[in-house]
């Protein structure tokens, strides 16, 4: 999964969650603009969170393969 953050962040943290909320990736990375997060996940509805700092988004994400 290619995540871009479209500009340069000096800490982010991206976790990645199920359906219900379990967390089944954690990680934080310092100056990136983008990264790819190796998933080892079922198909399924995921959602992604992403902070840094005061500022956080959350997306979802289908795993369809």
Do not use: C, P, R, W
Not at 12 to 21: K, Q
Not at 23 to 45: E, P, R
């Amino acid at each position: 999964v290619q995540v871009d953050l479209s500009q340069m962040y000096q800490e982010v943290e991206i976790s990645v969650m199920d359906a219900v909320g379990k967390v089944i990736f954690n990680k934080n990375y310092d100056h990136i603009d983008k990264t790819a997060l190796n998933l080892d996940a079922d198909h399924g509805v995921y959602f992604v969170k992403i902070t840094s700092g005061e500022e956080s988004a959350v997306l979802k994400l289908l795993i369809t393969e």
